[in-house]
C-alpha cells in the first residue's frame, strides 16, 4: 500500500482522486485550503475515515508549505498528486488581459508545484518509489493553437516545462517527475458539459502513476493512457541563423523553410547556422 498527498482535495478531480486511492486501500493526505468547509470530501472520510487524513495547505502560501512538511516530517510519501489549480481571471485574452489575476494564476498553477515538491521531497526520499505527477492541462501544449484563456493556457506550458526541469535534477535520486493532462472533466472548472465525469478521470491518472517511470524527459501523459506532444507537431525545431530562420520536421529531417534549404540534412544545418532554438 502506498502513501499518496493530494492537493486541492476537497472537490473535483482531487476529490475523486482522494476516493479512488482510499477505495485501494491506499493512506490519503488530502489538502484543502479550509478545512472547516470540507463539503464532499467529509462524506468521503466517514466511508474510510482510517485511511484519509487532511491537512491545510493554501498552496501560495510558502508559511502554508512550510507547516505542512513540518506536520509531516519523517512520514514516507509515496505519491505526490500536485491538483490544485485555477482557471485564472475572467479577462485573459491577448487584447485584455489582467495581468495581476494572471500572476496569481501563475502563482497556483505554476509556482506552487515546485514549491509544494521542494517541501516534500525529504518525504518523497523516504520512499522507495518516490513519484511526483503534477496535474496539467492540453491548454497547455504547444501543439494547440487557440488563444483563449492565454494565462491559463501559459502558465500550464510553463508547469510542463519546470516538471521537465525537476524530472532531470531527481533521476538520480530515483524519483520519477511528469505531468498528466486530466481529459475534459465535468468539475466547477470544466463545467457541466465536460466529458467525463471526476471519477473516470481520477481512475485513468491512478493508472498513470501507477505506469511512471523515471525518466529526465517526462512524459505529458493524458488520462486515458495517451500523450501530448510538448511543442508544435510540425516545425518541432527552430533554428535561426545570421540572415534567416526556418524550421526543421524532426520526422523528415527536411526543411520547411527557405525553399533553397528544403533538401539540406539536418547536420548541414546545425553547422550552417550553429544556433538550435527547441
Ligand atoms: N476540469 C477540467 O476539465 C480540467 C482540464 C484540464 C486540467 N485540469 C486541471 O485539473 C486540476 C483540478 O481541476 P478541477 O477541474 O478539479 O478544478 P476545481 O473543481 O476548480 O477544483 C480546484 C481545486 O484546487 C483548489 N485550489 C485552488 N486554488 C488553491 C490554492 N491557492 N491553494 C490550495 N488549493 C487551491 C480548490 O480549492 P478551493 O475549493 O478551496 O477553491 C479546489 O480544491 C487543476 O490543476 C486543473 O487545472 C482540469
Not at 499518496?4 to 482522494?18: E, F, S
Not at 489538502?31 to 464532499?40: A, E, S
Request: glycine share 8%.
Amino acid at each position: 500500500m502506498s502513501t499518496v498527498l493530494v492537493t486541492g482535495a476537497n472537490r473535483g478531480i482531487g476529490l475523486a482522486l482522494v476516493s479512488a486511492y482510499a477505495d485501494r486501500g491506499d493512506t490519503v493526505i488530502a489538502t484543502v485550503r479550509n478545512p472547516d468547509r470540507l463539503h464532499d470530501l467529509a462524506t468521503v472520510i466517514e466511508s474510510r475515515p482510517d485511511r484519509i487524513e487532511v491537512h491545510r495547505l493554501e498552496v501560495t502560501d510558502a508559511g502554508s508549505i512550510a507547516a505542512l512538511a513540518e506536520r509531516l516530517a519523517g512520514r514516507p510519501i509515496d505519491v505526490l498528486i500536485n491538483n490544485a489549480g485555477t482557471i485564472g481571471p475572467d479577462h485573459q485574452s491577448t487584447a485584455d488581459m489582467d495581468y495581476d489575476g494572471w500572476l496569481t494564476t501563475f502563482r497556483i498553477n505554476t509556482l506552487a508545484p515546485l514549491a509544494v515538491a521542494r517541501a516534500l521531497l525529504p518525504n518523497l526520499r523516504l520512499s522507495d518509489r518516490g513519484k511526483i505527477l503534477t496535474i496539467s492541462s492540453g491548454m497547455g501544449s504547444m501543439s494547440t493553437t487557440n488563444s483563449d484563456h492565454v494565462a491559463y493556457r501559459a502558465s500550464k506550458a510553463a508547469v510542463n516545462k519546470e516538471m521537465q526541469c525537476l524530472a532531470t535534477d531527481l533521476a538520480e535520486e530515483g524519483i520519477a517527475v511528469a505531468v498528466c493532462h486530466p481529459g475534459w472533466v465535468r468539475t466547477e472548472m470544466g463545467g457541466e458539459n465536460a466529458d467525463i465525469s471526476p471519477e473516470v478521470s481520477a481512475t485513468g491518472i491512478q493508472h498513470v502513476v501507477d505506469r511512471l517511470a523515471l525518466t529526465r524527459t517526462p512524459v505529458f501523459h493524458v488520462w486515458d493512457g495517451g500523450v501530448l506532444p510538448w511543442c508544435a507537431r510540425r516545425s518541432a525545431a527552430v533554428f535561426a541563423g545570421a540572415r534567416n530562420v526556418f524550421f526543421v520536421d524532426r520526422r523528415t529531417a527536411a526543411t520547411i523553410l527557405p525553399s533553397g534549404l528544403a533538401a539540406a540534412p539536418v547536420a548541414s544545418i546545425f553547422a550552417a547556422v550553429g544556433a538550435a532554438v527547441d
